[in-house]
């Protein structure tokens, strides 16, 4: 597949995944020969999307299992994103997430406390 003469001025892609790799658990046709392509042509990648719900961990495996080539280094979550942001504050605090156990997850290991509903019951 060659690239398009869009494609070719630019070192870095950034693709969103769901809607423009896959839909649901199918990849959008022709999308892994087109990322194989810009592979081939030196392109960097990065994958990215705004959905909170699961770690880059299970991003990976879902593009390698639709057939896409990719490593941990390349995705980018808003809990990533969440996670850097707080990391780099560094300033100890509490907070009361409400969304997936991946952006807690995300938040704790940018050095916030999380904490839940007993647990500001206890302090009250």
């Known amino acids: 597949m060659d690239l398009t ?3 070719r ?9 769901d809607g423009c790799l896959w839909i649901g658990d199918e990849a959008i ?24 719900r699961h770690a880059p961990e299970e991003y990976v495996r879902k593009l390698w299992r639709l057939g896409f080539q990719a490593s941990l280094d390349e995705v980018v979550t808003v809990g990533s994103v969440v996670q ?3 990391a780099e504050s560094r300033r100890p605090r509490t907070a009361y ?25 206890s302090r009250a």
């Open 9 to 17: 001025p630019y070192d870095h892609v950034l693709l969103d995944l």
């Open 97 to 121: 997430v409400i969304g997936s156990e991946a952006m807690a997850e995300h938040v704790a290991a940018g050095g916030m406390r999380v904490v839940n509903g007993s647990d500001l019951a």
């Open 5 to 7: 003469p869009l494609a």
């Open 29 to 52: 046709p022709g999308a892994t020969e087109a990322l194989a392509a810009l592979r081939a042509a030196g392109k960097h990648l990065a994958f990215l999307t705004n959905d909170p």
């Open 84 to 86: 850097f942001l707080l």
